[in-house]
């Protein structure tokens, strides 16, 4: 079945720095990619959605110059938290649609902890 | 926006019974998925709902959605450790674009 790799799976970093995530589909074009934001023990909460070849849509209070999402190619969008604060540190997980079809594949995760 | 509501929040049984979670939602839904987590690690794609009155088995997990397309439920049949997690419902809008997420339910199986 389709896959969709996140990396790095986890992540320590100063607060201050940037730090990005990748989000791979493995063996499908994926136009459209989601990411998401999950602290713990809550649930997932989508933060923007990222189109190929175009800006991504962010959610209500999701700020775009904070968390930059870049979609360059059908198999790659990019998460990279600037200036990165404690209270960034969370569970981001990347999802990719297969075009054409309704299934939503997920990536693994990438824990970020800012210290 | 759609939103979906799981209950229970968390759930505690004892291995070998059965059990039931459910997600409702506010509106009519296009699709309903039901995903299992463990905390810190990726989801699992249970099973996908999308007709009206459909139900869906998979091994000892069963999923229904109801008639009019607003509510659905997860059974266990004779739940065992490995069923520990998390549940999440999933939904995607009329337009079948992103997917939200109900809060969860944490369930425990104690052996």
């Known amino acids: 079945g389709a896959v969709v790799s996140q990396h790095p799976s986890w992540v320590i970093c100063k607060s201050g720095t940037s730090v990005k995530i990748e989000c791979r589909s493995l063996?499908?074009?994926?136009?459209?990619m989601f990411w998401y934001r999950q602290f713990p023990k809550q649930s997932l909460m989508l933060m923007a959605t990222?189109?190929?070849?175009?800006?991504?849509?962010?959610e209500q209070g999701v700020e775009k110059d904070k968390f930059l999402i870049n979609h360059a190619s059908l198999t790659l969008s990019t998460l990279t938290v600037t200036s990165a604060h404690p209270e960034d540190s969370s569970f981001y997980i990347c999802?990719?649609?297969?075009?054409?079809?309704?299934?939503?594949?997920f990536g693994e995760g990438s824990r970020l902890t800012v210290l | 926006s759609q939103e979906l509501e799981q209950s229970p929040q968390s759930l505690i049984v004892q291995e070998g019974k059965n059990l039931t979670i459910n997600c409702t939602s506010s509106?009519?839904?296009?699709?309903l998925y039901w995903y299992k987590q463990k905390y810190g690690e990726g989801l699992i794609f249970l099973m996908m709902?999308?007709?009206?009155?459909e139900e869906k088995s998979h091994e000892k997990i069963t999923a229904k959605l109801d008639e009019k397309k607003q509510q659905s439920s997860l059974h266990i049949t004779a739940s065992q450790p490995s069923h520990a997690g998390i549940y999440l419902c999933?939904?995607?809008?009329?337009?079948?674009?992103?997917?939200?997420f109900g809060a969860g339910t944490r369930l425990t199986v104690k052996p």
């Open positions: 990222s189109n190929e070849g175009s800006k991504a849509t962010y």
């Open positions: 063996d499908f074009q994926a136009t459209t």
């Open positions: 509106k009519t839904l296009y699709g």
């Open positions: 709902l999308q007709k009206g009155g």
């Open positions: 999802s990719a649609r297969f075009q054409g079809v309704g299934e939503l594949f």
């Open positions: 999933g939904a995607a809008p009329i337009n079948n674009n992103d997917m939200r």
